[in-house]
């Protein structure tokens, strides 16, 4: 099993929609998790931390599993500037920072 | 301004032309690393520092050297660069356990 696994996409949705991904981490020592977008040909940029209580961040709601290994991002309302890569990131023990390759939103008008 | 820095943001240069890639943080981070980005495989770490003189390789160090003299530099050299080298290259920088900052990108392509 891969560290870390997202769906590559691409998700098509249209403007309005709700979307969302998952993202599974096989390392259960991991300790702290992150979500970054991407803009073609640019650098990652975080997006939102993610807590185990969860967080929320106006349309965007990222929750922790630890039971199950796995993280989640929510989108509301999706708007086209949304589209992008969004990357899972953790970081496990001895610090180690961890991407997973990415998911592909493409939201249409 | 929190920023990581690098340079040049594009190079075109030949098989075998040695070159270096800047790096340079102004957050005081201890942990500095190189990434490669090609289309489908994702960010791939190439080699890393947790501080001053200490580095260590990631998953694709091949072809590569790094140097870690003072805190804030982290340079990327490829002694003797081969097409395959071509890439998007990200230099970043955090610490321990937190947020990661990332550096514009180097737009490199070996002949």
């Known amino acids: 099993r891969k560290e870390v696994e997202q769906d590559p996409g691409p998700f098509n949705v249209p403007e309005g929609a709700t979307v969302a991904f998952n993202c599974t981490y096989s390392?259960?020592?991991?300790?702290?998790f992150f979500w970054y977008r991407q803009d073609c040909r640019k650098e990652p940029k975080l997006l939102m931390s993610v807590y185990s209580s969860g967080n929320e961040d106006g349309r965007f709601t990222a929750q922790l599993n630890r039971a199950s290994q796995y993280i989640s991002l929510l989108i509301r309302d999706s708007k086209l500037s949304d589209s992008a890569t969004y990357l899972c990131v953790v970081i496990g023990g001895y610090s180690t920072l961890t991407f997973g390759k990415g998911t592909m939103l493409l939201v249409s008008p | 301004e929190a920023q990581v820095t690098q340079n040049p943001r594009y190079l075109i240069t030949v098989t075998g032309k040695k070159l270096t890639v800047t790096c340079s943080q102004n957050m005081n981070h201890e942990y500095m690393s190189w990434y490669r980005q090609d289309p489908g495989l994702g960010l791939r770490q190439i080699y890393y520092s947790m501080n001053v003189e200490v580095t260590d390789k990631g998953d694709v160090p091949e072809g590569y050297k790094v140097s870690r003299k003072e805190k804030r530099n982290f340079p990327l050299i490829l002694e003797s660069p081969s097409p395959n080298q071509t890439s998007l290259y990200f230099c970043?920088?955090?610490?321990?356990?937190?947020?990661?900052?990332f550096g514009p990108g180097t737009r490199l392509t070996v002949l």
């Open positions: 390392n259960s020592a991991s300790q702290s």
């Open positions: 970043a920088s955090r610490n321990s356990g937190d947020t990661q900052y």
